[in-house]
């Protein structure tokens, strides 16, 4: 049983900063690919930023230059800093990571964790 466990969320004023943690627990082989996804009310979820396991990055052009997501792969753990912050951004951040253990490969995601930015 593999599961992710994440923290940091939280209010926050426009301008400030939060760090969001996920790390992953189990019978884990191995991870590939580790993200953040985000969903506001009435909105679809969207991918925010990503990081492959040999640490090439990708984000949304809406957070460029004020996020960073960057992982520890010793403790199965994927962080996404977030400076700059917008009510835009506004929203429950969900972390998934691809993970590998004896009987498959599957993604998992974490329960959710909610950001609000006042302005």
């Known amino acids: 049983q593999v599961q992710l466990v994440e923290s940091g969320g939280g209010l926050v004023q426009a301008g400030g900063s939060l760090r969001l943690s996920c790390a992953a627990s189990?019978?884990?082989?191995?991870?590939?690919?580790m993200g953040w996804y985000r969903q506001a009310p009435g909105r679809q979820r969207e991918l925010v930023a990503s990081?492959?396991?040999?640490?090439?990055?990708n984000y949304a052009d809406s957070v460029k230059g004020r996020f960073t997501i960057s992982r520890d792969s010793a403790k199965n753990t994927v962080y996404l800093q977030m400076n700059s912050l917008k009510p835009e951004d506004t929203a429950v951040y969900y972390c998934t990571q691809r993970i590998t253990t004896r009987d498959a490969r599957d993604d998992y995601w974490g329960q959710g964790t909610q950001v609000t930015v006042s302005s």
């Open positions: 990081v492959s396991s040999g640490g090439t990055t």
């Open positions: 189990g019978m884990i082989l191995s991870i590939n690919a």
